[in-house]
Structure formats: structure tokens, C-alpha cells
T-cell receptor
Framework: KNQVEQSPQSLIILEGKNCTLQCNYTVSPFSNLRWYKQDTGRGPVSLTIMTFSENTKSNGRYTATLDADTKQSSLHITASQLSDSASYICALMYSGGGADGLTFGKGTHLIIQP | KAGVTQTPRYLIKTRGQQVTLSCSPISGHRSVSWYQQTPGQGLQFLFEYFSETQRNKGNFPGRFSGRQFSNSRSEMNVSTLELGDSALYLC??????????FGDGTRLSIL
């Protein structure tokens, strides 16, 4: 079964600090790997989408990296802000898949403390 | 451009009842997909509709069903509600297939 595992499950850091969230997957190839931010009570919002051949993709203070050899992706958040408090979800779109081909991790719950 | 709109935002039902949730996609988007989100399982695919036809279906019992109208708006229905159906139900829309934009969901609580 295709799986996407995220770590840590939750994380608390101080405002202004950097942090890195991890995503491990078991099956390749895939069409694209996505990172989403989900604020409490809201739907997921796409942060980055990387194809299988890309190594890194940035969106402001968010930088996603992909290592196809180790089947790992990371989301690095620089100079964290209180508004970064949210759940971060990693998802893989498997090759040839439509909406049914998107497999999600269970997310990392990030809390930024002042 | 308006985003994906889901109604209602919150719903409380009791076991055995049925419920209908609504999703209005972004204008011009013909694909609508539905997901169930729970703390234990994360986001799980329910089904996808494209041009009024169900294109894909996830591994959920037949109590879960949906439809799409000619204006691309979609509804999902859950019959004979169970306590385990308590979840956030999300829909996402896209022009053709891979989901792009999510709504803010309907929070369904079963008592």
C-alpha cells in the first residue's frame, strides 16, 4: 500500500526560529509531491508542488526539498512567525492518477510560541 | 475570483440520520473531488466527479454517495449516519483532474 509518513507529529518552536518538517514515502515514481498548510478550521492551501525531477521549490519563507534516492521530502520554514502555526500536510500524486491518486500524510501540527 | 464554497460549515446529526453536503467549485472548474479528514486517518479520498459523471471512487461504503450538476456544483450524501462518520468533509476543484483548490470544509458531528 502506498504510504506517506510525516514526522514529527507535532512541534513547538519559538517565533523567529527555523524548523524542518519531514515526509517519507514508500512508492515511486510519482507525478508530483505537494506540501499543504492547513489552518485550524480551514481547508488545506498548497504551499509547493514539486515534480519527480525537481530537488527544491520555494515559496517565500517555505522551502521544500526532495531526495528521490532516500524517498524523503522536507519542508523548511525560515524565521517562523505566529501565523505559521498550523498543520502541514505532505501529499503524493501518483503517476497517471487523478483525484484518486493523491495520497496524504497525517500532517505535522506546528505551534509557534511568542 | 471566488474560491471553493462549502455549505453548511457545521452540522450536527444523530445516528441513523442522513445528511447532504454541498460544494460550489471555482468558476470554470469541472472536476470536484471529495475527501474525509479525521485525526486518526488524515485525508482520505471519497470520490471525484467530472462533467456530471463519477470518475473515481475511494474505499468507502455505499452509504456515501454524491452527484454533480450541470453547473459543476456537487453534493455528497451520507445515509444511516454512524458515530465514525464524524469528520471534516472537504471538497476540492480543478479544471480537469488533479485537485488544486480546497474549500474550508463541512464539520460533521454525529451524536
Amino acid at each position: 500500500k502506498n504510504q506517506v509518513e510525516q514526522s514529527p507529529q507535532s512541534l513547538i518552536i519559538l517565533e523567529g526560529k527555523n524548523c524542518t518538517l519531514q515526509c517519507n514515502y514508500t512508492v515511486s515514481p510519482f507525478s508530483n509531491l505537494r506540501w499543504y498548510k492547513q489552518d485550524t478550521g480551514r481547508g488545506p492551501v498548497s504551499l509547493t508542488i514539486m515534480t519527480f525531477s525537481e530537488n527544491t521549490k520555494s515559496n517565500g519563507r517555505y522551502t521544500a526539498t526532495l531526495d528521490a534516492d532516500t524517498k524523503q521530502s522536507s519542508l523548511h520554514i525560515t524565521a517562523s512567525q505566529l501565523s505559521d502555526s498550523a498543520s502541514y500536510i505532505c501529499a503524493l500524486m501518483y503517476s497517471g492518477g487523478g483525484a484518486d491518486g493523491l495520497t496524504f500524510g497525517k500532517g505535522t501540527h506546528l505551534i509557534i510560541q511568542p | 475570483k471566488a474560491g471553493v464554497t462549502q455549505t453548511p460549515r457545521y452540522l450536527i446529526k444523530t445516528r441513523g440520520q442522513q445528511v447532504t453536503l454541498s460544494c460550489s467549485p471555482i468558476s470554470g472548474h469541472r472536476s470536484v473531488s471529495w475527501y474525509q479528514q479525521t485525526p486518526g486517518q488524515g485525508l482520505q479520498f471519497l470520490f471525484e466527479y467530472f462533467s456530471e459523471t463519477q470518475r473515481n471512487k475511494g474505499n468507502f461504503p455505499g452509504r456515501f454517495s454524491g452527484r454533480q450538476f450541470s453547473n459543476s456544483r456537487s453534493e455528497m450524501n451520507v445515509s444511516t449516519l454512524e458515530l465514525g462518520d464524524s469528520a471534516l468533509y472537504l471538497c476540492a476543484s480543478s479544471p480537469q483532474g488533479q485537485p488544486q483548490h480546497f474549500g474550508d470544509g463541512t464539520r460533521l458531528s454525529i451524536l
